[in-house]
């Protein structure tokens, strides 16, 4: 019976070692999650870093210390009031992303890293702002950015992080500033209409005159293209005249008062016709007599036997 109990003994411790084996070995197993590292200490002595995995560590002697986020983080800065260099108080809202690089410093380098971040983010805005006029904090974002983000990532480096960005949201000057801003800028907007408009009339008006040059010397050339042809024409005309004139002195003096009669019958007649074309003529009175034109005629008659007459002589 003895021996029984002894055996049942025996088991009992058997398992009890073995559940207290698993316990402890089940205490040293620590799972580190993606995007974190967790410091070791030994002893209360940082010991090293364990990166995302499975790692075993001695139970009651190693102990995870930090548990250090390895993401890249935003911290939002609270709005602040600042004085600028001429004395205007404008309300600012900024932004800093930031990356861990160093886990080991950023866990024991400093005590609260997102406060410290914060601090030092607005010590350094009120100093860079405040030494700037109010126009350039509205106008001049990009280099306020770039100040604080060179300011603070060196001053954050000892602590093993790695400022990647600062941003100013949004920066609110007072409602009187605001009101004289906004005055100003319609007056602006206004004035550049005016240039604006003054320069359309300018523009409309010059090419108006352009215009009318170009109409004046079109206008010039064509009274010239047209003289000459009219001087020309004119020219001609003369020639033909002259030539008409020279043919009825040959004629006349070839003929004698024969062609002369001749000629002036024919003025007679066309004259004569032209009368009676009128469309305003009802009644054409001949302030002649009428033998003068038979007279005319029959002395185109004589010239015409004549001309026929010494055409039928013989050779």
């Known amino acids: 019976m003895a021996a029984i109990v002894g055996g049942y003994a025996v088991t009992g411790f058997l398992i009890a070692l073995v559940g207290l084996v698993f316990i402890f070995l089940l205490l040293g197993v620590r799972v580190v999650r993606q995007g974190y590292v967790y410091t070791i200490e030994r002893l209360g002595r940082f010991t090293f870093a364990a990166t995302p995995g499975l790692h075993i560590i001695i139970p009651f002697v190693d102990r995870v210390g930090q548990k250090v986020n390895m993401m890249e983080q935003v911290l939002d800065v609270p709005g602040q009031e600042i004085i600028t260099r001429d004395n205007a108080m404008v309300g600012v809202d900024a932004v800093v992303f930031f990356q861990v690089l160093d886990p080991a410093k950023a866990a024991y380098e400093v005590s609260n890293l997102f406060l410290a971040v914060m601090q030092l983010t607005t010590t350094n805005l009120r100093t860079v702002m405040g030494s700037m006029d109010l126009d350039e904090t509205l106008s001049k974002r990009d280099e306020i950015n770039a100040k604080l983000l060179a300011v603070i990532d060196h001053a954050t480096a000892p602590w093993g992080l790695k400022v990647t960005r600062v941003e100013i949201k949004d920066i609110r000057p007072p409602a009187d500033i605001s009101n004289a801003m ?15 408009e003054a320069e359309g009339l300018k523009s409309a008006e010059i090419l108006r005159a352009e215009g009318q040059k170009q109409a004046q010397i079109l206008e010039a050339e064509g009274r010239r293209e047209a003289a000459f042809r009219d001087a020309e024409a004119r020219e001609r005309a003369a020639a033909a005249e002259a030539q008409a004139t020279k043919v009825v002195s040959e004629a006349i003096a070839t003929s004698g008062t024969q062609a002369l009669n001749y000629f ?13 074309q009128s469309p305003n003529a009802k009644t054409i009175l001949f302030p002649v007599e009428a033998t003068q034109l038979i007279g005319s005629v029959g002395g185109i008659g004589e010239l015409v036997r004549d001309a026929f007459g010494k055409g039928a002589q013989p050779k």
């Open 264 to 276: 002036i019958a024919q003025k007679y007649t066309d004259a004569v016709a032209q009368f009676a």
């Open 182 to 196: 906004a005055r100003q800028m319609k007056a602006e907007r206004e004035k550049r209409a005016q240039i604006l």
